[in-house]
């Protein structure tokens, strides 16, 4: 992106500077983690203002209304402060991709799942829930409407609705390469790419555990990625070892190395997936650095994802009474 | 027609020294402007989030606007040195004098507004840090002064 682009986002950048002091540090975290009861551990968020109707909450249990608003509220905050609304584009048209995931399996399953549906999408809910009833998708951008169309086309010959997720997740981070790549900016290309590569190995150690072949590889794995696809796929069944081999010297070597010896050791992908996160975290945070442009802006948005999902683990671990140590086993960096 | 050369020699050192003065000031006053405009966006931002921020925010948006001054200094002086009898060497002089601080001048004060605009974000972390992005935005003024010395320099030869 040119100089004079980036000079457009300093108000933007500057205000992001300043409300980044409010995100979770770790101390908080602490307090939460050090709290009796999950309502204490609720106090912690409510007194950092989280959500809207933060002052109804009073039950630890109903959380997650405080975290979706929260989700609303960065939005909302992010896209009104910022000179280019399209930027956060490649996040919200993940949302919508998981709706229409979601809608079109409820109705194919006969059952309403209205609870799992998100608002934050690019597309509003409302609308996106009478375009799927009526299969109008007339205003959809190419890639979603192609995708939604293939998959009906597809459950329609297999009736397997594993074939739905199948391609609208492949469509979904086509789409958002396509949007990170409209921007024309290294930092958001290069984050869609970490996310399509680190959705990669994950799936590839799970393809591998799961003993599936060639063919399905093919259709699962994502393209678009740093790490070609065709690198996964030649080594479907080979040794563990050489695929840490094969994996340590690109920028992923070292998610791999530990992630991977995990798995080998306990069969689960827990610990991969954290180094993953962690991974795309040490990413972002490259952007504390900067003064202008778009990608704090950008960065603030993942680091408030990554806290309300450390949020949501650490609420859940106190409901169900999980020890400290286990919680913190699973928290995810965080980007202050 | 001697005479008329002489004359014409006369008006034109007028004003090429008139140009001087005139390029002197405008083009550091432009690079101020948008320095300044710059930290100002950035100090915006910060203040909105955080009103008690502004004593340091304004101070560091205030910092890229001294090269309009510099450039206002040499303009003063350039102006002083106009009489009906300037040369047309003279007038040369005093045109090119005003080139150091006027694109010096234009050139720091955007550069030190970004920086300027990078210390208030600075400020929005570490309030205590003021200073610092303070000598940091003094680094890109050291420039601006050295342009101005020069610029002072070279209208001191004309008598």
């Known amino acids: 992106m040119s100089k004079k682009n980036e000079t457009n986002f300093l108000y933007a950048v500057a205000k992001i500077k300043a409300i980044e002091n409010r995100l979770l540090d770790k101390s908080k975290i602490e307090r939460m983690l050090d709290a009796y009861t999950p309502e204490d551990a609720l106090k912690v968020i409510t007194e950092a203002d989280y959500g809207y109707s933060v002052s109804e909450v009073s039950d630890a249990h109903i959380y997650e209304v405080l975290l979706e608003e929260e989700m609303q509220k960065t939005i909302k905050l992010l896209s009104d402060i910022s000179p280019q609304k399209e930027i956060f584009d490649i996040f919200m048209q993940k949302n919508d991709y998981h709706n229409v995931k979601v809608l079109l399996k409820a109705e194919f399953l006969g059952i309403e799942k209205d609870e799992n549906l998100v608002e934050t999408g690019a597309i509003e809910l409302r609308k996106m829930k009478m375009s799927v009833k009526e299969r109008s998708f007339i205003d959809f951008p190419p890639i979603l409407r192609q995708a939604i169309n293939d998959s009906l086309d597809t459950f329609g010959r297999t009736n397997d609705p594993q074939s739905i997720d199948l391609i609208l997740d492949q469509a979904c981070y086509k789409q958002m390469l396509e949007s990170a790549k409209s921007l024309n900016n290294d930092f958001v290309t290069g984050l869609v790419k970490a996310l399509i590569d680190t959705v990669n190995i994950k799936m590839f150690m799970r393809l591998r555990a799961l003993k599936k072949n060639w063919d399905f590889a093919q259709r699962v794995l994502l393209k678009g990625g740093s790490i070609d696809t065709d690198v996964y796929i030649n080594n479907l069944e080979s040794p563990v070892d050489s695929v840490i081999e094969l994996l340590r010297y690109t920028s992923y070597g070292n998610v791999c190395e530990s992630g991977i010896e995990d798995f080998k050791n306990t069969g689960s992908v827990a610990a991969l997936e954290k180094l993953c996160d962690n991974y795309i975290m040490g990413y972002v945070k490259k952007a504390k650095y900067l003064s202008m442009g778009m990608a704090p802006l950008i960065a603030y948005y993942v680091a408030k994802e990554t806290e309300i999902k450390n949020v949501r683990i650490v609420m859940t671990g106190k409901i169900n009474k999980l020890p400290n140590e286990q919680i913190k086993e699973r928290l995810r960096d965080l980007y202050v | ?159």
């Open chain 2, 1 to 159: 027609m001697e005479f008329i050369l002489q004359n014409l020699n006369a008006q034109t050192g007028s004003f090429l020294a008139i140009l001087g003065a005139a390029f002197g000031f405008f083009l550091a006053a432009m690079g101020s402007s948008k320095g300044v405009g710059l930290a100002g966006e950035a100090a915006a931002g910060v203040v909105s989030e955080d009103p008690g921020k502004f004593v340091p925010c304004m101070v560091l948006q205030a910092m890229p606007s001294t090269q309009a001054i510099y450039g206002f200094i040499i303009t003063i002086m350039i102006l002083g040195k106009i009489n009906a009898n300037l040369s047309l060497e003279h007038g040369f002089i005093l045109l090119f004098a005003a080139l150091p601080i006027g694109f010096v001048g234009f050139l720091s004060a955007i550069y030190q507004g970004r920086v300027a605009a990078a210390g208030i974000n600075m400020v929005a972390k570490r309030p205590e840090e003021m200073v610092k992005g303070i000598i940091l935005a003094s680094m890109v003024e050291v420039f601006a002064i050295f342009a101005l010395l020069i610029s002072i320099l070279l209208i001191n030869n004309v008598g």
